[in-house]
C-alpha cells in the first residue's frame, strides 16, 4: 500500500510539474500553430522520451553524480540555455520575414524524426528536471522499491507528459486557433521568441 502511495502521488506531483507553462510547452504549442499537428504531436513524443529519461537517469543516480561534478550539470545547463535562445532569435528573426496573408504555416519541419528530435534537445535542455525527479524519488519513494516500481514510474512519467502535450498539440493545431494565430503571428511570435530568450538567459546564468 505504501508503494502504490508513493507512486500516487509521484503522478500527482509530475502533473502539476508538467501542466506548467515552461519551454517544452512554448515549443508544442508553437510548431502545433505554425506547421501542423503531426509536428507538434512528434514533438510531444519527444519531449516525453527526454523526460522519461531524466526519470530513469535520476533513478540511477544521476542527482548525486551532478551534486560531485558541478562543471557537468553547469555545461549541459549552459548548453541547454544556449540551445533556447538560439529558438528564441531563431522565431523573432523569422517573423520578419514577408509572408502571404493567408500562410498559416511558418516554421516547416522536414520530417516527423526533426520534430521529435526537437522535442528531445528542448527537454534535454535543462538538468534541473533531473533534480527534479531526484528529489521527488528521495522523498516519495520506499526504500528497497522492487524493480517493477521504478518500471511503472517511468510509464508514469511517459504517459502523462504524453497525453498532456498531445492534447496541447491537438488544441492548438485547432483550425480556428491557427486562424486567430495568423492574425497576429507576427507579435506572437516575437512574444514567444523574447519568452524563450528569458528562460535560455536564465537557465544559463542560473546558480541554482
Known amino acids: 500500500m505504501e508503494l502504490f502511495t508513493a507512486l500516487a502521488a509521484l503522478a500527482g506531483i509530475w502533473f502539476l510539474a508538467v501542466t506548467l507553462p515552461g519551454p517544452n510547452f512554448i515549443v508544442v504549442s508553437q510548431v502545433s500553430l505554425s506547421d501542423s499537428r503531426r509536428s507538434g504531436l512528434f514533438i510531444s513524443l519527444g519531449v516525453s522520451t527526454a523526460a522519461c529519461v531524466w526519470a530513469a537517469s535520476s533513478l540511477l543516480g544521476l542527482k548525486a553524480v551532478f551534486e560531485h561534478a558541478n562543471w557537468l550539470y553547469d555545461t549541459i545547463r549552459l548548453l541547454g540555455g544556449i540551445y533556447l535562445v538560439y529558438m528564441g532569435l ?14 498559416v504555416c511558418q516554421i516547416s519541419l522536414s520530417s516527423p524524426f526533426a520534430a521529435y528530435r526537437r522535442g528531445l534537445f528542448t527537454s534535454f ?48 493545431s ?35
Open 90 to 103: 531563431r522565431l523573432i528573426i523569422d517573423s520578419f520575414r514577408q509572408f502571404k496573408t493567408d500562410e
Open 125 to 172: 535542455s535543462n538538468p534541473k528536471t533531473a533534480a527534479f525527479f531526484g528529489s521527488i524519488f528521495v522523498t516519495t519513494f520506499p526504500p528497497q522499491a522492487p524493480a517493477w516500481a521504478f518500471v511503472l514510474t517511468l510509464g508514469i512519467v511517459f504517459a502523462i507528459s504524453l497525453i498532456w502535450y498531445s492534447l496541447v498539440a491537438v488544441f492548438f
Open 174 to 208: 485547432l483550425s480556428q486557433v491557427r486562424k486567430g494565430y495568423a492574425k497576429v503571428r507576427k507579435i506572437a511570435d516575437r512574444l514567444t521568441g523574447s519568452l524563450l530568450l528569458f528562460l535560455g538567459f536564465r537557465l544559463a546564468f542560473s546558480r541554482s
